[in-house]
């Protein structure tokens, strides 16, 4: 009975409910949504490279190396010897390294010279391998794999020819035209900076950077390479390497000697630790999101109780009717509790739809844009209990008018006022 009269009551003021419901599911899904979205982005940040045991580069901090090496933001502060780097893949604890080449661009894309190790050995995500939605890998010194962001945006098929552009910025005014890259391969989308990447080989990355000085082309027109000058590149600096050790037990002894190096100054970093210290100075914003989001929902619960205060002196003939036909107080207190109760759990599941819809139609977006890969169902582990927790909240806070309507009909007595 007391469900049917909650529900009756809420549809005869169905237009403040009505307000009242879509600002609690506008709240709800804005709470839910950001902290969805910075779990997502978290797993996401600490998935972009796993498997890996240790980043090694020129000495700097390992923010920067992290950085350059990974997300493919900013720059090396120097580039490592490739003897000195053949020296170190050969230590007894060394089972694969991944080189990497950096510095060149293509229309804003990083371009990553790498060997076929790369395809092999890099790992994302749950040690997940990178796939090819197209073509193959790179088998020649002018063939190039792109990123499934890249291919997307700029609409590269197999077998197109690209430009490489000296420096790695949007526009360039000194590019590689007298040596274009055919498109052999596209990779799946991985929701990392994979996708944003342009692949090439060592030696193409070499090829193109002939008879280059202190960053700049030589001058004149360059003879074009031979098949056999091809054949016998070899780089003489790379920009890092990735390790993958035999024993996790090494770790860390193989880490002190690259850092210890006295042939060359490098410095070698743990991934998992250098996300773990990077996403901690971006917690600061992600707190204050949750904080903004939280009082909005806090606003929305107080508007819910102003509007049932508000309505309970347009009520009182209610009331007094429902105790006339032999309502008790109680049950007018859980009356009023019950039409709480029905707005937050029509709220709750307003929310989720909402916010479920807005995953389905961003995540095209999200992931072509930002490389963010994220589920559509936002239900975590602790989805549960927030909702538990904002279901106590919105009863303690109807409490207030429910209480008072208590009150009320207990100072009325049998009195009824019509």
């Known amino acids: 009975m007391l469900i049917r009269l909650a529900r009756q009551s809420l549809w005869n003021r169905r237009g403040t409910a009505l307000m009242t419901l879509l600002s609690l599911v506008i709240s709800i899904a804005l709470l839910?949504?950001?902290d969805h979205l910075?779990?997502?982005a978290k797993r996401s940040f600490t998935s972009t490279v796993s498997g890996t045991d240790l980043i090694v580069g020129a000495r700097s901090g390992q923010l920067n190396l992290l950085l350059y090496s990974v997300f493919r933001l900013g720059n090396a502060t120097n580039n490592i010897s490739w003897q000195h780097y053949q020296q170190i893949n050969k230590h007894p604890q060394v089972k694969w390294s991944i080189p990497l080449a950096l510095g060149d661009s293509h229309r804003g894309f990083r371009?990553?010279?790498t060997n076929d190790d790369y395809f092999r050995f890099f790992r994302y995500g749950q040690q997940q391998q990178l796939e090819f939605a197209e073509g193959q890998a790179f088998a020649d010194v002018y063939q190039t794999v792109l990123g499934a962001a890249v291919a997307d945006k700029l609409g590269y098929q197999l077998g197109e020819q690209i430009i490489l552009s000296?420096?790695?910025?949007?526009v360039s005014f000194s590019q590689h035209k007298d040596q274009p890259f055919t498109v052999v391969g596209i990779l799946a989308p991985t929701g990392t900076p994979v996708d944003q990447s342009v692949h090439v080989s060592l030696a193409g990355i070499e090829a193109i950077h002939r008879g280059w000085q202190g960053g700049a082309p030589a001058l004149g027109r360059q003879p074009k390479l031979s098949d056999a000058q091809l054949a016998e590149l070899q780089p003489k600096v790379i920009t890092g390497f990735m390790l993958g050790l035999k024993s996790k037990v090494a770790t860390f002894a193989l880490q002190r000697q690259i850092n210890e190096f006295k042939a060359e100054p490098l410095t070698a970093i743990l991934p998992g630790a250098a996300l773990a210290e990077l996403w901690q100075m971006l917690s600061m914003v992600e707190n204050l999101l949750l904080l903004?989001?939280?009082l909005v929902l806090i606003a929305a619960l107080i508007g819910m109780m102003t509007t049932l205060l508000a309505a309970m002196k347009e009520r009182q003939r209610e009331m007094a009717i429902l105790r006339a036909v032999g309502a008790r107080p109680w049950q007018l207190f859980w009356l009023i509790e019950l039409e709480v109760l029905s707005l937050t759990l029509l709220s709750i599941g307003g929310a989720l739809m909402t916010l479920t819809a807005a995953l389905w139609l961003a995540q095209p977006l999200l992931s072509s844009q930002y490389g963010l890969v994220i589920s559509i169902w936002p239900w975590h582990g602790h989805t549960g209990i927030v909702l538990s927790v904002?279901?106590?909240?919105?009863?303690?806070?109807g409490a207030i008018p429910s209480y008072l309507t208590y009150r009320q009909s207990v100072a009325q007595g049998l009195v009824i006022k019509l």
């Not at 000296?166 to 949007?170: E, Y």
């Open 390 to 397: 904002l279901t106590g909240v919105s009863l303690v806070m």
């Open 32 to 34: 839910l949504g950001i």
């Open 38 to 40: 910075r779990l997502e």
């Open 166 to 170: 000296h420096g790695v910025g949007a």
């Open 111 to 113: 371009v990553i010279g």
């Open 292 to 294: 903004v989001t939280l």
